[in-house]
């Protein structure tokens, strides 16, 4: 049964923590859950989301989310979910990758666009931690750039060949900031506008830009399965 109320959900099952932002009738709510197994965390963190803002499941009329790089096993919990509503409620569904949820926060900080008045030609990188080692990385120097997953010392060759100034936007291992993985000749986006903010996600699910490809994935690093070469 349906409230008659409106609701907008932004969601982020991609990594730890699990983010859900919902808002209705102007105000916003959220939660994070801490842990990997999104596929435990997402109904009773939704329902209670739900609760908070006297909704139902049926009067979601608009789902965003982080459609990847992350977990291959969170990225398709979100995926299957927003599918599920777009197939039974009719719910429109909007997503962007995470580096361009990033991108989105970091572009409107202050920090940043001090920074780009001083360096016309600069641009943003955007460095996630994947897994180890490892890190995902997108520096929008054009408009068809492509992300990458790669080593850590790969990742430094590859900033280090960058023609053009950067400013780098994102996280280390379990969120810390970039200060002890990057030299200091890079200046790095304050770790506030870094970790996915709820009140811009619901901001960017109100942009059509973003209903394109909002049901593709980006995983980037193959799941384990796919990396066992047969015998």
Known sequence: ??????????????????????????????????????????????????????????????????????????????????????????????GSTLFEAVRFQTLASRQFQTWQKQNPTGVLAVVLHAFREEYFLQIFDSPNASPAWLSREALLERLAASQRPLFVAGNDKNGAPLNALLPTVYPLADPKTCRLQPRKLLAMAQDKTWNKDALEPLYLKPARFELIKPL
């Open 1 to 94: 049964m349906q409230s008659g109320k409106k609701v907008t959900l932004a969601m982020d099952t991609s990594s730890s923590p699990l983010l859900l932002a919902l808002e209705k009738d102007g105000k916003s709510y959220a939660v994070r859950r801490k842990g990997i197994k999104q596929e435990k965390l997402l109904f009773p963190a939704l329902h209670a989301l739900l609760a908070k803002a006297g909704a139902e499941l049926n009067d979601i009329e608009r789902i965003f989310l982080i459609r990847g790089p992350g977990r291959f096993t969170g990225i398709r919990i979100s995926l299957t979910f927003a599918s599920m509503m777009q197939y039974l409620n009719q719910t429109e569904v909007r």
